[in-house]
């Protein structure tokens, strides 16, 4: 079992920078591939970022690459995501999920453990 805090989230304006962060439980952490996702209101949850067990890959969403950067601390079984140029439209609730393999993913249902979430927004 693998327990997910978020934290980081908060009240930004457009352009401003945020980093969110998961802490994970037990000692599995480095051997899960990990990943961020959102979900606004009356929308789909949606991938934002993945990362391999071993951070050696990543992979973004179109309408993040470029602002957001996604990283892990193995050691201290954390997982980040900085986020920059943040815009209106990145307002979400963020999730960090963990999934039972070291392979990375996007899609949703690939994913075996959840976070509560931290909600992010940002202001025009």
């Known amino acids: 079992q693998v327990q997910l805090v978020e934290s980081g989230g908060g009240l930004v304006q457009a352009g401003g920078s945020l980093r969110l962060s998961c802490a994970a439980s037990?000692?599995?952490?480095?051997?899960?591939?990990m990943g961020w996702f959102r979900q606004a209101p009356g929308k789909e949850r949606e991938s934002v970022a993945a990362i391999n067990w071993s951070g050696s890959h990543t992979s973004y969403a179109d309408s993040v690459k470029g602002r957001f950067t996604i990283s892990r601390d193995n050691a201290k079984n954390t997982l980040y995501l900085q986020m920059n140029s943040l815009k209106p439209e990145d307002t979400a609730v963020y999730y960090c999920?963990?999934?039972?393999?070291?392979?990375?993913?996007?899609?949703?249902?690939?994913?075996?453990?959840w976070g509560q979430g931290t909600q992010v927004t940002v202001s025009s």
């Open positions: 037990g000692r599995t952490f480095s051997s899960y591939a």
């Open positions: 999920a963990a999934r039972t393999s070291s392979a990375i993913a996007t899609m949703k249902t690939y994913y075996d453990y």
